[in-house]
T-cell receptor, first 115, second 115 residues
Framework: DTAVSQTPKYLVTQMGNDKSIKCEQNLGHDTMYWYKQDSKKFLKIMFS???????INETVPNRFSPKSPDKAHLNLHINSLELGDSAVYFCASSQKGTGKGAEAFFGQGTRLTVV | AQSVAQPEDQVNVAEGNPLTVKCTYS??????LFWYVQYPNRGLQFLLK??????LVKGSYGFEAEFNKSQTSFHLKKPSALVSDSALYFC?????????????FGDGTTLTVKP
């Protein structure tokens, strides 16, 4: 069974469109994350949720909106896509970080290409 | 604030030789430190972590890392490199004192092991 799964794996879309990426983890973890990896492979955190509550919200355009219907799911919706949004988006999960050095488990990534 | 530096974009070693991938960090409190590996078109995989205790940490695939508090370093090492170790390696740090559990990743080091 895949621990952290994201769909779709590839997403090609036109500028201005709205798209969503879904993520599910079956590890029973409390915390989920969205990371963005750019073309230079730099990895930056975007959002983190703990038990459906937003706890990290980095400087990300308002066009990006995460949603966590339950602690096993964290979806990412992107409005009005721009060329600069092209990147690989990774979902990850971990046990709650406070007081615990919990490593993250990553999904396989969603390669978003905006044309 | 917390930060991680991986001073080498690229490390090249011959198969069978020892390898070192360098990482230095900065946190205001005590650190949790992690190493992850990313193979092409894949998500990040956890290799090892330092939480507390023994400064020498052993992880997956024969990798180890040594926590050095005075030098604020956490270099990744392996006694004998394999061609299959060729990948992108990320060091990450998390401040133990933060509640949000946010990890900061270095920019990554590409390891190439030549036969």
């Amino acid at each position: 069974d895949t621990a952290v799964s994201q769909t779709p794996k590839y997403l090609v879309t036109q500028m201005g469109n709205d798209k969503s990426i879904k993520c599910e983890q079956n590890l029973g973890h409390d915390t989920m994350y969205w990371y963005k990896q750019d073309s230079k492979k730099f990895l930056k955190i975007m959002f983190s949720y703990n038990n459906k509550e937003l706890i990290i919200n980095e400087t990300v355009p308002n066009r990006f909106s995460p949603k966590s219907p339950d602690k096993a799911h964290l979806n990412l919706h992107i409005n009005s896509l721009e060329l600069g949004d092209s990147a690989v988006y990774f979902c990850a999960s971990s046990q709650k970080g406070t007081g615990k050095g919990a490593e993250a488990f990553f999904g396989q990534g969603t390669r978003l290409t905006v044309v | 604030a917390q930060s991680v530096a991986q001073p080498e974009d690229q490390v090249n070693v011959a198969e069978g030789n020892p390898l070192t991938v360098k990482c230095t960090y900065s946190v205001s409190g005590n650190p949790y430190l992690f190493w992850y590996v990313q193979y092409p078109n894949r998500g990040l995989q956890f290799l090892l972590k330092y939480i507390t205790g023994d400064n020498l940490v052993k992880g997956s695939y024969g990798f180890e890392a040594e926590f050095n508090k005075s030098q604020t370093s956490f270099h990744l090492k392996k006694p004998s490199a394999l061609v299959s170790d060729s990948a992108l390696y990320f060091c990450a740090v998390r401040d133990m004192g933060t509640n949000a559990g946010k990890s900061t990743f270095g920019d990554g080091t590409t390891l190439t092991v030549k036969p």
